[in-house]
């Protein structure tokens, strides 16, 4: 099935340091949603986009919904420890319809 | 309150058996979705139910695949005639808005 290009594919960093990564599609979707997966456990909700051009913060977390409708980013300020995961983008054609992931990016946090 | 809850949590089969997979919703979360994700890979779409009905079952990979929901709550996957390409974590997820889907902790079936 389709997949989102998320970049990037993985990342090192070290704590307090700003993250950043991206989604992007061919396709228009209505919603975007970002999601944070841990191992073993299923993905958690982090932001919820509906708007195009919306900018939405939670936190440490701003995501963006693109004009375009076709892209997206994640930003984390001054990471922690506990930021260390996989995370997911995942774009809604419409109401009440299945998601279209991304292909994640693995975050590493060092101390 | 309660999230999703999904069980069994693991689940080793040899192939060529059945398997059932149960997912309990949120409570009052009308639409229920199915999702699989393998080794190294992002979750694929496999049906969402609105109420007890499935308007979407394209992503169902073959015709070994089927799921149920009941009284608008639970729901079953089941998979027949397991093969190894079977092996994933099947994770559920429901949903009160039209919007924001919340999903449980997964199970990870293993075909031997």
């Known amino acids: 099935g389709q997949q989102l290009n998320q970049s990037p594919q993985s990342m090192f960093i070290q704590e307090g340091e700003d993250v950043s990564m991206n989604c992007t599609s061919s396709?228009?979707?209505?919603?975007w949603l970002w999601y944070k997966q841990d191992p073993g456990e299923g993905p958690v909700l982090l932001i919820a986009?509906?708007?195009?051009?919306e900018l939405t913060s939670n936190g440490r977390l701003t995501a963006q919904f693109g004009i375009t409708r076709k892209d997206s980013f994640l930003n984390i300020s001054a990471s922690i420890p506990s930021d260390v995961g996989i995370y997911f983008c995942?774009?809604?054609?419409?109401?009440?319809?299945?998601?279209?992931f991304g292909t994640g990016t693995r975050l590493q946090v060092t101390l | 309150g309660a999230g999703v809850s999904q069980s069994p949590s693991n689940k080793v089969t040899e192939k060529g058996k059945d398997v059932e997979l149960r997912c309990d919703p949120i409570?009052?979360?009308?639409?229920l979705y199915w999702y699989r994700q393998s080794l190294g890979q992002g979750l694929e779409f496999l049906i969402y139910?609105?109420?007890?009905?499935?308007?979407?079952k394209s992503g169902l990979p073959s015709d070994r695949f089927s799921a149920e929901r009941t009284g608008g709550s639970v729901s079953t996957l089941t998979i027949q005639r397991t093969q190894q390409e079977d092996s994933a974590v099947y994770l559920c997820?429901?949903?009160?808005?039209?919007?924001?889907?919340?999903f449980g902790p997964g199970t990870r079936l293993t075909v031997t």
């Open positions: 997820a429901s949903s009160l808005s039209e919007y924001e889907q919340y």
């Open positions: 396709s228009i979707f209505n919603t």
């Open positions: 986009l509906y708007k195009a051009g």
């Open positions: 995942a774009g809604q054609p419409g109401t009440a319809s299945k998601l279209t």
């Open positions: 409570s009052g979360h009308t639409a």
């Open positions: 139910f609105q109420g007890n009905s499935a308007p979407d």
